[in-house]
């Protein structure tokens, strides 16, 4: 398998504009993560699904940012509008129950709002 | 609430030697214990999970152990290499809870830098 597939890999975007970051899991995997990983605040867990159904989404940060996941092989976190504190690494993961939960990250998405 | 410390956050050593970091947190009713390794500008690697049931795991250089009573997890690296440094996270999933069971609380990390 590839394993976990974020794209893009970098994104550099004005405040303002919309920003779309896709992921796509793990093939079999019934559980999707988004993260975001800043500095200041380390990794955070946004929001995840079960069966693509979103089960928490208490870390999304504001109104702004949305999440979806309209199948079991993709999913996508929008935010907009963007704004400079919105800058940093988003992560997509997965895991699947037989496999006790062990989450497996993709590459990220560097995120610059300028 | 679970809390997920880890100490120190910055360590260096030279190369060859054994070394230990530490993961403490503060519930036990955890499920699993996972430690992943991340390298600068790329994502997470996961390294060993530990089941609740267990005490150790060990993958090549690695083992981890988890002492629930002491609210404890190490992550000991024999015969350290330069390419060893990365920075080091823990992160727990708690007993299942109804929506609960899939999470991963982490902690801040250690960055380990390995000398030649």
């Known amino acids: 398998d590839a394993g976990v597939i974020q794209s893009p890999r970098h994104e550099v975007t004005e405040m303002g504009q919309e920003v779309t970051l896709r992921c796509k899991p793990i093939s079999g995997h019934n559980s999707l993560f988004w993260y975001r990983q800043t500095m200041m605040r380390g990794l955070e867990l946004l929001i995840y699904f079960n069966n693509n159904v979103p089960i928490d989404d208490s870390g999304m940060p504001e109104d702004r940012f949305s999440a979806k996941m309209p199948n079991a092989s993709f999913s996508t976190l929008k935010i907009q509008p963007s704004e400079p504190r919105d800058s940093a690494v988003y992560f997509c993961?997965?895991?699947?129950?037989?496999?006790?939960?062990?989450?497996?990250f993709g590459p990220g998405t560097r995120l610059t709002v300028t | 609430k679970q809390e997920v410390t880890q100490i120190p956050a910055a360590l260096s050593v030279p190369e060859g030697e054994n070394l230990v970091l530490n993961c403490s947190f503060t519930?036990?009713?955890?499920?699993?214990l996972q430690w992943f390794r991340q390298d600068p500008g790329k994502g997470l690697t996961s390294l060993l999970l530990i089941q609740s049931s267990q005490r150790e795991q060990t993958s090549g250089r690695l083992n981890a152990s988890l002492d629930k009573s002491s609210g404890r997890s190490t992550l000991y690296i024999a015969a350290s290499q330069p390419g060893d440094s990365a920075t080091y996270l823990c992160a727990l999933r708690r007993t299942f809870r109804a929506g609960s069971a899939r999470q991963l609380t982490f902690g801040s990390g250690t960055q380990l830098t390995v000398l030649p």
């Open positions: 993961a997965s895991s699947l129950v037989e496999h006790n939960y062990e989450q497996y």
């Open positions: 519930d036990s009713a955890i499920y699993n």
